[in-house]
């Protein structure tokens, strides 16, 4: 945390004096974004994409300087970085924003959409726009959501075809009570812990396996971590948000605001775009590596076995409207 409090103190010292400074006499003003994924993940190309079209139609008095890998602090930081103002930008999965909106939590249910289309279309229309409208309530402006992709289970034992083939494996899954309890539905061994403490558990094979998006596996080359084993279970759409600090709307003028708003709207088509793309390659490169991936599974059987996780949820009545929109 020292860390952390040490890199937003500078990042908020620069922004003083880059707030200060000016080209051709116009003030020029500087935007910290953060993620906590890699230089070439979607999160950071589609922000990349966002900074080059804000800097061309502001003529250079927008600049936003991007900064992966939890530079500025985990997902969870972030969120309250940009609630404070430490951080003016920030794209994060869903989960982590469960712990300032509670709603966000219905979002991480497993097998709760049927497919992409469907959870892009629930989320950019109303059940999106009220979750947007909440993230107001803690000073923070929804721009767009973007996405992780799909999360898919791998492991060092066997191949996953059914609920029974999960029961009696050890998984490091997400530090998530909604995916800890589905996971102990499901006959598995949950092991939450750190995706740094994660990688040494799954090389040392303290845990069978884990889930994630295609991207991550790939990335991390999970097949040199005894991961021989990939099933396409799209457990749980990974939703990510576009958000921006109202502290960092405030300080622009009026018509900078506007351009930053309208083209961070556009942004999570773009990035989600880039997931597909990238996940074709990646899918195909974890085969070439000798991964064997079950591609088709009978979800309805899964679902049925985490049925109780559903009747946990907090907000009973945003979950039906979301199971009712498919």
């Not at 972030?78 to 404070?84: D, K, P, S, T, V």
């Not at 740094?196 to 596996?217: F, K, M, R, W, Y």
């Not at 759409?237 to 709207?265: C, K, T, W």
């Not at 088709?296 to 199971?323: G, H």
Request: aromatic content about 8%; some cysteine; hydrophobic content about 40%.
């Amino acid at each position: 945390m020292k860390k952390f409090v040490c890199i937003v103190g500078l990042v908020l010292s620069f922004a003083l004096l880059s707030a200060c400074t000016s080209s051709n006499e116009r003030e020029q003003y500087v935007l910290y974004a953060g993620h906590s994924l890699a230089a070439d993940h979607p999160f950071e190309l589609s922000m990349q994409e966002l900074k080059q079209r804000v800097e061309e139609r502001t003529d250079g008095r927008v600049i936003i300087e991007t900064f992966p890998l939890s530079q500025l602090g985990a997902e969870r930081e972030l969120i309250e970085g940009a609630m404070l103002g430490s951080v003016d930008m920030v794209v994060s999965t869903s989960g982590p924003i469960m712990n300032f909106v509670s709603d966000f939590a219905v979002l991480d249910l497993p097998f709760l959409f049927n497919d992409r289309e469907t959870a892009v279309n629930i989320l950019e229309g109303e059940i999106g726009d009220e979750m947007f409208e909440q993230l107001r309530d803690i000073g923070i402006i929804g721009l767009s959501w973007g996405e992780n992709g799909f999360r898919h289970v791998t492991n060092s034992i066997k191949p996953i075809e059914t609920p029974d083939d999960l029961k009696g494996l050890s998984m490091r899954v997400q530090e998530n009570k909604v995916f800890i309890s589905a996971f102990k539905e499901l006959g598995v061994t949950p092991s939450p812990m750190a995706w740094t403490e994660a990688l040494t558990a799954l090389q040392s094979g303290v845990v069978d396996g884990q889930e994630n998006p295609i991207l991550v596996i790939d990335s991390y080359k999970l097949y040199d971590a005894n991961q021989k084993h990939m099933t396409l279970t799209g457990h749980a759409y990974s939703s990510a948000v576009f958000m921006m600090s109202e502290h960092a709307y405030n300080r622009l003028p009026e018509d900078l605001r506007q351009i930053v708003l309208e083209e961070g709207q556009k942004i999570g088509a773009y990035e989600r775009q880039l997931v597909i793309d990238m996940e074709q390659k990646a899918l195909a490169r974890l085969e070439e590596q000798g991964m064997e991936v079950v591609d088709t599974i009978e979800v309805n059987a899964f679902r049925e076995k985490i049925m109780s996780v559903y009747d946990s949820a907090k907000n009973q009545k945003l979950l039906q409207r979301i199971l009712n929109e498919q």
